[in-house]
């Protein structure tokens, strides 16, 4: 059975990947569009590979924002 993690992390590769973006191009768009530290690429490709949970509700705007999908929470 696949996982929470693992699910999200094949998900959020399928978006990039959709958009052509490397790791490191969407780590630094999401970072220049969210408050605080911003993420890292290998933060990002650690919640690909699923060895981490989905991140928190801020950063998951940034990506949505940065891969253009909707999102359900405003």
Same mark, same amino acid.
């Given at each position: 059975m696949t996982s929470l993690k693992n699910a999200f992390g094949k998900y959020l590769q399928s978006l990039r990947l959709a958009k052509n973006l490397g790791v490191r191009e969407l780590a630094r768009v999401v %970072? /220049?569009?969210i408050e605080g530290r911003?993420?890292?690429? /290998?933060?990002? %490709?650690?919640i690909e590979s699923g060895r981490n949970p989905p991140p928190r509700i801020p950063i998951l705007h940034g990506l949505a924002a940065a891969l253009e999908v909707p999102t359900i929470v405003s």
């Open positions: %970072s /220049a569009n911003g993420i890292t690429h /290998a933060y990002l %490709s650690i």
